[in-house]
């Protein structure tokens, strides 16, 4: 980078706005902070491409039937993002004026916008559960009879690991159970797999089995493998085929984005096996901070790279200006709670050093 380029960055980064040494914060606030390596952008700079809108992108088109193949499905679309993935796969299983069951605490509840509202045209009914998993009599309970003026529930959603309950990961138990639910009475089901990748990593089915659970499946690329952009939803080819035509529509077409799609072919191959170290590294954290007086955390619920705890008798702006102060940058996931969140670029040296910067900031 020219020193102009640097001023440039310095001026404008939110570093220069806090006042504190950015090469020194270790910061924990999402995995989406993940930038991309050396190998990953020669990776990009060397990927074959073509009009993809044509479907002439060899780059994309590998990484759409990698994906596809993992989940044993059909096909995959490449979509620039989570939110654009979870939206087509919800249109595309739905009707206007439809329900769909989602965890009250779902990302497609909370952070897109209530764009199914407005693309799908569907309300949402959220049940409140403790681990992403609903208790099958609840979802009995919300399942509507057939009479003209209720909505007919058209689409279950669920989250895989869930963002907002730590990065729990589902059982493969319960999702059978789901499953079984959901075929018996013809309603598809998808799945939010921005942290599939994660949950796979603690499941004892293989990516095959899991993809089975689900009619469709969006997964990221842009948070723990590391690349700048994109997710892949998968599903049957006649899914597929509609969702090309959503996509269109929402303007996610691009044109030679193979040098995207090579940054998440490089991120499946080479930065998915570091994603067991993340785990290890929340564990670590998490156990350390547990050793904090004053620190409220439940280790039963750190399974994968998220790290929920509470600080007792500190408000959240005091407590996050005070961890700045020590060299942790964190983010509340709701009021109370902050979260951690650990990718391949924050090393276990990292992970020791913001314990000790909260130990210093939780008890001075
Ligand atoms: C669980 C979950 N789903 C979906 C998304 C949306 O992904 P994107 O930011 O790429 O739209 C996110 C993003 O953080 C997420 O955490």
Known sequence: MTTEGCFVSRQFSTANFFNYDSDRMIDLRSDTLTTPTEEMRQAMANAVVGDDVYGEDATINL?????????????????????????????????????????????????ENAAAAVIARVQISGIQTTNGEFAMEELERNMRPPAYYYPRVGLITVENTHLRHGGLPLSSDYLRSLRKFADARNIPIHCDGARMWNALEESDVTSVEMGAFFDTISVCLSKGLGAPVGSVIVGTSQNMDKALRVRKMLGGGMRQAGILAAAGLYGLQHIRPL?????????????????????????????????????????????????????????????????????????????AAAVEGIRKSVES
């Open 63 to 111: 990484l759409q039937q990698t994906v596809a193949d993992i989940f044993g499905k059909e096909r995959g679309l490449f979509v620039p993002s989570g939110t654009m993935g979870n939206q087509i796969c919800i249109a595309i299983q739905t009707q206007s004026a439809d329900e769909i069951i989602a965890d009250a605490d779902a990302h497609v509840f909370h952070y």
């Open 275 to 351: 994603l067991t170290t993340d785990h290890a590294n929340a564990r670590q954290f998490a156990v350390g901070l547990s050793g904090i007086n004053g620190v409220a955390i439940d280790l039963d619920r750190v399974k994968t790279n998220i790290v929920m705890f509470s600080v007792r008798g500190l408000p959240d702006d005091v407590l996050l200006a005070k961890m700045l102060e020590n060299g942790v940058r964190l983010a509340p996931i709701k009021p109370g709670v902050m979260r951690a969140v650990f990718y391949h670029q924050i090393s276990s040296e990292q992970c």
